[in-house]
């Protein structure tokens, strides 16, 4: 230890003094140790003991450890001079575990002792790959799905997950909580935290689902929401990022848009709130020729879909805006056939322009279909997988019986992780495109039996009714328990329940292959 003292009078008389002192036992185990381990590593571990008496000592050097095999033996005699010191080494081979424990203590005559404890990490020499597949049975009978080990892999890391879930209520309950309780209070998360809740609420309620939790937790989320949006709106009617920020158009729509579907859910909303964020957003829109890049066209197929949404919509922007359509990406031209679906319900031909459009342009893949855009769009916060969600919002409100509309379920299923997507504004679209296609198909009246077969060995079976349909199973086989040189066999059944010929409802599957 080095201490300093440093001392200063009130007639400016300085001093100052340095003092180093060792401190240490008369018995010391120091611990020789790694910074880390492989799994798999064969290393030499040791302790120097230091005798730091003026007599020679007889000691006993012991080693206890937990996540590694040590060599015996693990308690070493041996007799130390006086000043002396002495090394003491074990071999060892470190286990497939996240932290290697060692203990290392010495004992001698006279009261002495001295014990040590090393946390060691433990790392793997291979990195972490998840590839994964969805689908649905959608009536009796059973799906067979090949998952194929790649030539090269560590056999001692890894799982087959297999998650069940009997309605798509049950699939964005953890993205609903991950929003819940997102830790960041930025005007957008501020949205995001309760939009997707009050479109999944009001779906729920339409279909006659009771969720109490929801129904509970909902009057304060959107309360306390709708009192930091009312504080943190600008004079002009706008919201910017934080609240000191300029306002943004493309923030202030999605304030709006949040606004309007909290007011559809029956939750008070001012009156005045809105109206000022329209006139914001009316003043916002550029003419015609305002805009040169794609993100600007973006941004004005957003403002007019909100708008829209509001009642307060601009046919004429909007028809101007579809002919110059091939500026706008993917998910932009969802917004605006949205918003023309909305502003001439009687005219569908430039709706079905525009998803023709945006069905020449999918991606289909044995995981489902999805869409990439050609560049990012930072200023809209897009992602491809936000893209297939707002993609999947306007097949479920304006054209429903497309193809491409389950199979888009089953990719934005796939892609989740640990159950909800990688941002919030990927999760946020997910849940309320995933919410209109649980009201368009009116999955809600689950009744069958299930089950799941992992190369001819049963990995779980269950039932499902009305009032289990949001919880979801998840089943795990591990990697070392597969077929490593042929495909391996996953069944999953769908069975009518016990006494019924047919069962109803749907069943979603994914499996992921860590």
């Known amino acids: 230890w080095r201490m300093a003292?440093?001392?200063v009078t009130a007639e400016t008389l300085v001093g100052q003094a340095r003092v180093d002192i060792v401190s240490t036992k008369d018995l010391l185990v120091q611990p020789v140790a790694p910074r880390f381990f492989l799994v798999g590593?064969?290393?030499e571990l040791a302790a120097v003991v230091h005798n730091n008496t003026d007599a020679s000592l007889d000691v006993q050097v012991t080693l206890q450890a937990s996540g590694v095999d040590l060599a015996a033996p693990t308690r070493h005699a041996l007799s130390i001079p006086a000043r002396g010191k002495a090394k003491v080494t074990w071999g060892a081979v470190v286990q497939d575990a996240e932290e290697a424990s060692l203990l290392f203590a010495v004992q001698a005559g006279q009261g002495l002792s001295d014990a040590i404890e090393v946390p060691v990490p433990v790392y793997r020499a291979s990195t972490l790959e998840v590839v994964a597949t969805a689908g649905e049975l959608d009536a009796d009978g059973s799906r067979l799905e090949a998952v194929v080990l790649p030539p090269r892999y560590d056999p001692s890391q890894g799982d087959l997950s297999v998650h069940l879930e009997p309605s798509l209520a049950a699939a964005t309950a953890d993205g609903l909580r991950y929003l819940q309780h997102f830790p960041y209070e930025c005007?957008?998360?501020?949205?995001?935290?309760?939009?997707p809740n009050v479109v999944t609420y009001r779906a729920l309620k339409r279909l006659g689902l009771v969720r109490p939790q929801l129904e509970a937790a909902l009057p304060e989320l959107v309360g306390v929401a709708l009192q930091r949006l009312s504080n943190q709106q600008h004079p002009d009617g706008g919201w910017g990022w934080w609240a000191a920020d300029e306002s943004d158009s493309y923030l202030s729509a999605y304030v709006l848009l949040g606004l309007v579907e909290a007011k559809r859910?029956?939750?008070?909303?001012?009156?005045g709130l809105m109206e000022?964020?329209?006139?914001?957003?009316?003043e916002s829109l550029g003419r015609r020729?305002?805009?040169?890049?794609?993100?600007?066209a973006n941004r004005q197929a957003f403002v007019l879909y909100a708008l829209a949404e509001a009642g307060a919509g601009d046919l004429g922007r909007s028809v101007a805006l579809f002919e110059r359509r091939a500026m706008l990406d993917t998910f932009a031209k969802a917004y605006l056939a949205m918003?023309?679906?909305?502003?001439?319900?009687?005219?569908p031909a430039r709706v079905h322009t525009l998803l023709s459009d945006i069905a020449n342009a999918a991606i289909v893949s044995a995981t489902g279909a999805h869409w990439e855009e050609a560049q990012p769009d930072y200023y809209a916060m897009n992602t491809d997988t936000r893209s297939t969600a707002i993609v999947l919002a306007a097949l479920v409100r304006l054209d429903p019986a497309n193809a491409l509309a389950p199979n888009a379920v089953r990719w934005l299923m796939a892609a989740r992780k640990d159950g909800v997507w990688e941002t919030t504004q990927e999760t946020a679209w997910a849940i309320i495109a995933l919410t209109d296609w649980m009201a368009a198909t009116g999955e809600l009246e689950g009744s069958y039996g299930w089950r799941v077969v992992v190369n001819d060995r049963p990995l779980g079976a269950g039932s499902v009714s009305p009032k289990t349909l949001d919880e979801k199973v998840r089943l795990q086989i591990a990697v070392a328990d597969l077929l490593a040189d042929q495909a391996n066999r996953v069944l999953i059944e769908r069975q009518p329940p016990e006494?019924?010929?047919?069962?109803q409802g749907r069943l979603y599957y994914s499996l992921y292959l860590r």
Request: charged share 25%.
């Open 5 to 7: 003292a440093r001392g």
């Open 41 to 43: 590593d064969r290393a």
């Open 187 to 195: 005007t957008e998360q501020t949205v995001s935290r309760f939009l």
């Open 265 to 271: 859910a029956g939750f008070p909303v001012d009156d």
């Open 276 to 282: 000022r964020a329209v006139t914001f957003l009316r």
């Open 289 to 296: 020729t305002a805009f040169r890049e794609s993100w600007q």
């Open 339 to 347: 918003a023309l679906g909305l502003l001439e319900p009687g005219e």
């Open 499 to 503: 006494g019924e010929t047919t069962g």
